[in-house]
């Protein structure tokens, strides 16, 4: 479903994406671990170009291709994003809407969608991440981890192609981690493509059907999680992996 070429995304001089290829299959879950400074942040990012790359193409199907070598135009950016679900680590909700005005806003104000209709699915995208009588609450009301499924609910509004998470549980309290990754995993089972960058390597190897191991701006090693997470090929993926599952 997706394909990316050769991508690049620098700051001034510091080159933090030095040319990442990779595929995302229809309906597949794709977990991205790696050391913090890695990259795997800046290239999810440039997926739905919050962050723009210097270099590469990033496909969708047959029907859309876009090429970083020259720049975009604000219409491809445009058709890039509205391929695309971005949940956030800091859940970037408006502080002044309730839950259900936050999932509204972007069919009804960037998609031009009849209002209507549009309340009528963020209701029940809301219901489905368990926030049904939390929907008329305003964020600073609502626990991290609710304020989190507000902000998956809000992806889901726009009828994205991919759903992509950038650590959706970093900034939460271990004790309600739990009620993110189940409306995680109860997406991954309605068949929803997903590229996920998280440190829960349970989780991980739980959900995903591919794991992409990311250091120093290249994709160091690709796999099954099975294959990957329990038996690495590359010295420098055993370092990660023994680090983080055996800190002391």
């Known amino acids: 479903m997706l394909t990316v070429k050769n991508l690049h995304k620098s700051f001034g001089e510091l080159n933090v994406l030095k040319g990442i290829d990779l595929s995302i299959e229809k309906g597949s879950v794709v977990a991205i671990i790696g050391p913090s400074g890695s990259g795997k942040t800046t290239m999810l990012r440039c997926l ?8 590469g193409t990033i496909q969708f199907e047959q029907d859309f291709k876009l090429s970083f070598d020259k720049v975009p135009s604000k219409k491809e950016i445009l058709q890039l994003r509205r391929k695309s679900g971005m949940v956030f680590q800091s859940y970037n909700l408006f502080p002044h809407k309730t839950a259900l005005e936050n999932v509204m806003e972007g069919p009804v104000v960037v998609q031009k969608k009849e209002k209507a209709a549009v309340k009528k699915h963020a209701e029940s995208l809301l219901k489905k991440v368990g ?13 991290g981890g609710q304020q989190q499924r507000v902000g998956i609910a809000r992806a889901l509004a726009i009828e994205p192609e991919l759903m992509l998470f950038d650590e959706p549980t970093s900034a939460l309290d271990p004790e309600i981690v ?7 995993r109860d997406l991954a089972n ?3 493509t997903m590229a996920i960058v998280t440190h829960e390597l349970k989780f991980a190897e739980e959900v995903a059907d591919h794991v992409i191991f990311i250091d120093g701006g290249h994709i160091v090693e690709q796999g099954p999680p099975a294959e ?21």
Not at 48 to 55: I, Q, R, T, V
Not at 131 to 143: A, D, G, R, T, V
Not at 228 to 248: C, D, G, H, M, V
Request: glycine share 4%.
């Open 178 to 184: 739990g009620e993110v990754l189940r409306v995680i």
């Open 190 to 192: 309605e068949g929803w």
């Open 228 to 248: 990957l997470l329990k038996n690495p090929q590359e010295p420098r993926t055993k370092q990660f992996l023994n680090r983080i599952l055996n800190p002391s």
């Open 131 to 143: 926030l049904e009588e939390k929907m008329h609450l305003y964020p600073h009301q609502l626990s």
């Open 48 to 55: 739905n170009a919050l962050e723009m790359p210097n270099k």
